[in-house]
T-cell receptor, first 116, second 119 residues
Framework: GAVVSQHPSWVICKSGTSVKIECRSLDFQATTMFWYRQFPKQSLMLMATSNEGSKATYEQGVEKDKFLINHASLTLSTLTVTSAHPEDSSFYIC????????????FGPGTRLTVT | AQKVTQAQTEISVVEKEDVTLDCVYETRDTTYYLFWYKQPPSGELVFLIRRNSFDEQNEISGRYSWNFQKSTSSFNFTITASQVVDSAVYFCALSEAYSYGGSQGNLIFGKGTKLSVKP
């Protein structure tokens, strides 16, 4: 089956620093990748949709200057949390949608971010 | 607007009991997909099933079965003879149909149902 990886799996950073999370589709090309955020004991909420080679589309209420998304290739999307604050602590999950033929979507294992 | 409701926040059963997790959805689309995912404590989402809106046949996979009823906009999930390893949070999700160059197909998740299976 298709595999999506995320790196790092967990990260602790200090308030004010930036953190980059990578999402890779390992054995397929993904024209579209999605970034979700999950707070403890809550559901997954879509943050943004990124298409290879173009700007990401952010959901309402998500600050695009704070959560920088880059989808530079068909197998890699990155989410950078800039000037992180404790309230950004969350579980970040990416998913990658296969380009063809079925447009199936596959989830990464998630990245747990803790901002101290 | 699309919406997924999982009314059961937490369910606790004893091993070997059958348990049904409810999912009700709202959408204006005529073509859409419904999903169930399992999220164990590790956090990684485990895909269980995807069903398109034109396929109302019930599905059985081992101890798992799904009942899709368009008339009531429900897509319920039943675990037969539950086991401790079934303990997890289960999410129902909805997406519009994929179309190349068109809709994005992102998933709308319900709030999840936490299932605890006690030995």
């Amino acid at each position: 089956g298709a595999v999506v990886s995320q790196h790092p799996s967990w990260v602790i950073c200090k308030s004010g620093t930036s953190v980059k999370i990578e999402c890779r589709s390992l054995d397929f090309q993904a024209t579209t990748m999605f970034w979700y955020r999950q707070f403890p004991k809550q559901s997954l909420m879509l943050m943004a949709t990124s298409n290879e080679g173009s700007k990401a589309t952010y959901e309402q209420g998500v600050e695009k200057d704070k959560f920088l998304i880059n989808h530079a290739s068909l197998t890699l999307s990155t989410l950078t949390v800039t000037s992180a604050h404790p309230e950004d602590s969350s579980f970040y999950i990416c998913s990658a949608r296969r380009a063809t033929p079925t447009y199936e979507q596959y989830f990464g294992p998630g990245t747990r971010l803790t901002v101290t | 607007a699309q919406k997924v409701t999982q009314a059961q926040t937490e369910i606790s059963v004893v091993e070997k009991e059958d348990v049904t997790l409810d999912c009700v959805y709202e959408t204006r689309d005529t073509t859409y997909y419904l999903f169930w995912y399992k999220q164990p404590p590790s956090g990684e989402l485990v895909f269980l099933i995807r069903r398109n809106s034109f396929d109302e046949q019930n599905e059985i996979s081992g101890r798992y079965s799904w009942n899709f009823q368009k008339s009531t906009s429900s897509f319920n999930f039943t675990i037969t003879a539950s086991q401790v390893v079934d303990s997890a949070v289960y999410f129902c999700a909805l997406s519009e149909a994929y179309s190349y160059g068109g809709s994005q197909g992102n998933l709308i998740f319900g709030k999840g149902t936490k299932l605890s299976v006690k030995p």
